[in-house]
């Protein structure tokens, strides 16, 4: 087993592979852009290196510095954890040059199935199915515009070098192919250094169901069972679980075959996933192969109780797999969730600032938390926004489900906004509990998921300010305590005034809308008023975790946590509503962007300019489009109007809220 081992990459991988390391008694190194000096896996790793600026490209992806960092430090080998260069060949083989283990599969792997095209024709010699399209190398937009139309509508445009969603666009009309095919290529180009497409003509209503394969270096290759893939929005995984609700064992076994088939031709080595999409009938279809260890890993983890990064090392190392096909047996179901920070309210528009929050649920025999940053760290504008994964594992889908609610309702974070309540309404939506969900269905009706405007029931909005009384109760006497006299009506927090019992008013806000409640009463028990509706509270109590009340003689129990900022709580139906307070007299509604200038949502880089001065356009109209944390962003018309003038050019990079677009008044 090597003693030595350099971790070239970042975040919740890098940490990932560190725990591991540990755990085997393995000296771990990592490395480190600008904007990571103080990230966790430094801080985990027994040494750290820098290797360059925040942007990937001047340190993540730059193999020469990473190699330079383990021969310097003694590596004996380097895991790349998944996305950067671990599926780079080049980097693979400067590796096996230098003497140093890559654990991952041989390079010549890498190339053959690294590339969706030339996967796409290796499969295709060995009667694997594929769906039809074209994945040739004449790149000429006119030749491809014409393959297009002999594949037929609609179909999907895919980067050729890469995956995790990045250079695809789905193109249901020839009048659109053009256009799609262009922002593939722009995003395929910054993602992977490679523009070459692939096409496929579009599946309806697929599943994406994947299996994962091992291979070692002694002609062994099995496979450790499918993770279905099918909750997708624009193609990112959205939620993952092994076994899947739709194969029957006679698919998974004909699925494994065609999975260790496709490894087993191109000698395969190490950890690697072979994608299928499948039809509603069941007919499957090859898509691709990762050539790395996957994301979603985690859910295989806990359905076979094995450590799949000290199978790429112990393979990595010379060693046989620790088990034989035969020997493959799950128990139970585990799902796995990612906790970004984004904002599903505004198209899911990545975040970044510092965590002021960050509470998860504990970990358990049935709760796994695989995590790159800490409550004070920040989410930079330079990388994935993911704060962490949680995965739940339990006897069966049912019971994994609830685990899966109970967890995501121990989250809460404060800073960057998060898709915690996007995810909980996933986790109890019908197509989901019921298995049914393809992987198109969220982004078809993805309003579903989405909180709204609605205004909140008189009921939460009383528990809300419920709490937020108690609360500020408790700090007040606990203050007073300390004092010369605590006992004095005078150190309470209770409105009192000589005579009669004073009103206070109890101000939240909700998704930017104030609410405000008159409030009478005083430890626990209070007559509350909002506009029209009024309601009794009696024997309110609140543990830190829930409240309980009678509300109008009701007597209720809501999960509920409460601060001097915010109050979260949960409704009987599970659904998250997260109020801030606000001030009882004071009040400044956010003034509107106003339909007169764009302005740059955040940090980010300008890759295309559609507009100019003097172009009268129409509202909704794409006027630039931006990439920031590996996405494109495309930013429209607010009005129909004149354009007076452009604050950006092409490759400018902007801050967040510069103005961009100013239209004529």
């Known amino acids: 087993m090597f003693e030595r081992v350099l971790i070239a990459n970042r975040g919740e991988i890098a940490c990932r592979v560190i725990r591991t390391c540990r755990r085997l008694g393995i000296h771990t190194i990592a490395v480190y852009s600008e904007a990571d000096a103080d990230a966790q896996h430094v801080r985990l790793a027994d040494e750290a290196w820098p290797i360059g600026g925040p942007r990937p490209a001047d340190s993540y992806l730059r193999a020469d510095a990473i190699l330079d960092v383990a021969r310097r430090s003694g590596a004996q080998a380097i895991h790349p954890g998944y996305g950067f260069l671990s599926e780079n060949t080049a980097f693979a083989r400067a590796c096996t040059e230098a003497g140093i283990a890559f654990i991952g599969p041989r390079p010549a792997s890498i190339d053959a199935m690294g590339s969706k095209a030339a996967a796409k024709a290796l499969m295709e010699k060995h009667a694997v199915p594929l769906v039809p399209g074209y994945h040739g190398d004449n790149q000429d937009a006119d030749f491809l515009a014409e393959q297009a139309r002999r594949t037929g509508f609609p ?3 895919k980067a050729a070098a890469g995956g995790g969603g ?11 192919f053009a256009d799609a095919l262009a922002s593939a290529q722009r995003e395929a180009a910054n993602a992977f250094g490679d523009t070459r497409v692939i096409l496929e003509r579009y599946v309806e209503h697929p599943r994406h169901i994947e299996f994962q394969v091992f291979g070692d270096s002694h002609g062994n290759v099995i496979h450790l069972n499918e993770r279905e893939c099918s909750a997708q929005r624009r193609y990112q995984k959205v939620l993952e679980e092994t076994p899947s609700p739709f194969l029957t064992p006679e698919r998974r076994a004909a699925m494994g075959e065609a999975a260790v088939a496709a490894a087993r031709a191109v000698d395969y080595v190490g950890a690697g996933t072979v994608e299928f999409i499948v039809g509603p009938s069941g007919e499957f279809f090859f898509m691709e192969m990762n050539t790395r260890l996957q994301v979603e890993h985690p859910v295989t983890e806990e359905t076979l109780k094995v450590d799949l990064v000290e199978w790429q090392l112990r393979v990595a190392a010379g060693e046989a797999l620790p088990l034989r096909q035969d020997q493959i047996h799950a128990q139970g179901h585990a799902i796995e969730v990612r906790l970004y920070a984004e904002d599903p309210e505004q198209n899911f528009l990545p975040g970044s600032g510092k965590l002021l929050r960050l509470r998860l649920p504990a970990p358990s025999r049935h709760v796994r938390l695989d995590g790159g940053v800490i409550e004070g760290d920040t989410v930079t504008i330079f990388y994935d926004p993911m704060i962490a994964k949680l995965i739940v594992h339990d006897r069966d889908r049912a019971q994994a489900l609830q685990r899966l609610r109970e967890a995501l309702m121990a989250c809460e974070i404060a800073g960057p906004k998060s898709n915690i309540a ?3 309404r996933l986790a109890r939506h019908p197509v989901v509990v019921e298995g049914r969900i393809d992987t198109g269905y969220l982004d078809r009706h993805l309003e579903e998921f989405l909180a709204g405007d609605a205004a909140p029931a008189p009921q939460l909005l009383f528990a809300a300010a419920v709490a937020a009384l108690l609360h500020d109760e408790h700090a007040v006497a606990a203050q007073a305590a300390h004092g010369s006299d605590p006992y004095s009506p005078w150190s309470r927090a209770d409105a009192w005034r000589v005579g009669h019992a004073g009103k206070r008013i109890v101000a939240l806000s909700l998704r930017e809308q104030r ?8 430890d626990g028990n209070y007559q509350l008023r909002h506009g029209e509706a009024s309601c009794q509270v ?11 009340a009678r509300f109008d003689g009701e007597a209720l129990r809501l999960p509920l946590r409460a601060d001097a900022q915010r109050v979260l709580l949960h409704d009987a139906d599970g659904r998250r509503h997260a109020f801030m307070r606000a001030a009882a007299f004071e009040w400044a509604a956010k003034e509107g962007g106003g339909g007169n200038q764009v302005a740059a949502p955040m940090p980010g880089r300008i890759v295309l300019v559609k507009a100019r001065p003097g172009d009268q356009v129409e509202e909704g109209q794409e006027l630039l489009v931006m990439e920031a944390m590996k996405m494109e962003l495309a930013l429209k018309a607010p009005r129909a109007g004149t354009i007076d003038s452009i604050g950006a050019a092409q490759g400018d990079f902007v801050e967040a809220d510069a103005v961009l677009v100013r239209f004529a008044t």
């Open 155 to 157: 179909l999907m445009i």
């Open 422 to 424: 996007f995810l909980e």
């Open 538 to 548: 009696q024997g309110a109590r609140h543990d830190g975790n829930a409240l309980s």
């Open 166 to 176: 990045k250079g695809m666009r789905i193109v249901r009309a020839e009048k659109e």
């Open 515 to 522: 609410y405000e409640v008159e409030a009478h009463g005083h």
